[in-house]
């Protein structure tokens, strides 16, 4: 049967006992603080502070930028590129997102562009190859690899969300480490970390960017903190010692406490109304979810979610559904949207974690039948209530709608 079958109405055997619950629009309790009011300026002058003595007239500087969608991502690379300008440095743009993109240099370059970052939005160039150079070792042997551009500058300086990862939890998850030990390292060095397992994967970062640091090419990073609400609450620039120690390592914990939960034990159908790679570099963050599907790496007691529908994906992860898996049901319309080629690559270089994550839930005509198909497998029965939660993304969760059967686990509940 064709998806195109299935949009022209084959008949499914639902229950004709099954209808969609109405949904109660709730805010959900989350942790606030003010935004800032000029992350440009905030990033310039914590840039010229902080790496003041590193950076000297002349130095040549690779400052990362990923693929993620970081709120205010051109003011904040932006601003450390003026920063650095400003201690008479000489910056440009690298593409520090290793197998994304289609593990291509256009590719990469595109996704940049996609999310905002072209050299007219940032004033630097942008230098893009997929080619590396080893430029260290770990005292256990592991190569440390740098996209060409970038070993071939004075150093490299990441700019990334810090918050926690999707594969594996350490001290320091996701943020300005990974991206020198990963995002730089392109397809060569995202593969060799994310080849292991979780534990492993924690160890051989900590032990790369030790390494790194070691050589004298990493200069320091600048690290945002952004809150539940999707706001920018805090830009910190850290000098190389401050990259993979105390100060990444106490913004992590920061960032921990701020990941938006779904504040329900139970969860019978979980409906996303949009993934992507700009959203979680597995389309859904599982640290939301619940579930992770790595091999050694425990999921959530909770909430415990029986089934998820994922709706639709983000036009700028380009087909790249890495955690698609994750979904038990999708509409053909996002379907057709998959680019195998670029979900695979990345599958292949995440190794262990891409293996259960890459996997094609049901596909069904439409929204209306995604979610019948859930309600229906669930593991309720027809005349039970279902416990149901809308949400528009995992990454900022501020809101929510939920059936009748969770209103009053929703901890002081205010309607919208």
């Not at 190859?129 to 005292?139: F, L, Q, S």
């Not at 160890?203 to 790369?208: E, I, P, Q, S």
């Not at 050694?296 to 007691?301: E, K, N």
């Amino acid at each position: 049967m064709s998806w195109e079958q299935l949009r022209a109405g084959v008949e499914l055997p639902f229950d004709p006992a099954i209808t969609i619950p109405e949904l109660h629009e709730i805010e959900l309790p989350v942790p606030s603080a003010p935004a800032l009011e000029d992350v440009e300026k905030v990033a310039r002058v914590a840039v010229v502070e902080r790496l003041a003595g590193t950076v000297h007239a002349g130095t040549t500087v690779a400052v990362g930028a990923g693929s993620r969608g970081l709120i205010d991502r051109v003011p904040l690379v932006r601003g450390t590129v003026d920063g650095l300008r400003d201690l008479g440095g000489v910056p440009f743009v690298v593409p520090a997102m290793g197998s994304h993109g289609g593990a291509t240099a256009d590719g990469q370059r595109a996704m940049l562009a996609k999310l905002g970052l072209t050299e007219e939005s940032l004033g630097a160039e942008i230098r893009a190859t997929m080619e590396t150079e080893v430029v260290a070792h770990t005292p256990a042997g592991m190569p440390l690899y740098l996209d060409t551009h970038a070993a071939a500058a004075d150093g490299i300086v990441p700019v990334n969300r810090i918050k926690p990862h999707t594969c594996f939890k350490g001290p320091i998850e996701s943020g300005c480490t990974k991206m020198a030990v990963v995002g730089f390292g392109k397809q060569p060095g995202a593969a060799q970390i994310h080849s292991c397992g979780p534990v492993e994967m924690r160890d051989r970062l900590l032990a790369g960017v030790d390494a790194l640091r070691a050589s004298g090419r990493l200069l320091g990073g600048v690290a945002s903190i952004e809150s539940p609400a999707g706001e920018v609450i805090g830009v910190h620039a850290l000098d190389a010692n401050g990259v993979g120690g105390t100060v990444e390592r106490e913004l992590t914990e920061v960032a921990r406490r701020l990941v938006p939960a779904l504040p329900f034990d139970e969860i019978d159908v979980l409906i996303v109304e949009r993934g992507g790679k700009d959203i979680s570099g597995t389309t859904m963050d599982p640290n939301v979810t619940g579930r992770f599907w790595v091999d050694r790496l425990a999921d959530f007691d909770r909430p415990h979610v029986a089934t998820i529908v994922l709706l639709a994906v983000t036009e700028v992860s380009g087909g790249n559904v890495l955690g698609i898996g994750f979904a038990d049901f999708v509409p053909a319309a996002l379907a057709d949207q998959v680019d195998w080629r670029q979900t695979y690559v990345n599958c292949f270089t995440a190794g262990i974690a891409g293996v259960r994550r890459s996997r094609l839930p049901m596909v069904l005509p439409d929204e209306e039948s995604c979610v019948k198909a859930a309600l229906s497998m669930c593991g309720r029965g027809f005349d039970e209530p279902k416990r149901v939660v809308r949400i528009q993304s995992t990454l900022h969760l501020t809101r929510c709608w939920v059936s009748e059967a969770l209103l009053d686990q929703v901890p002081g509940r205010r309607p919208s």
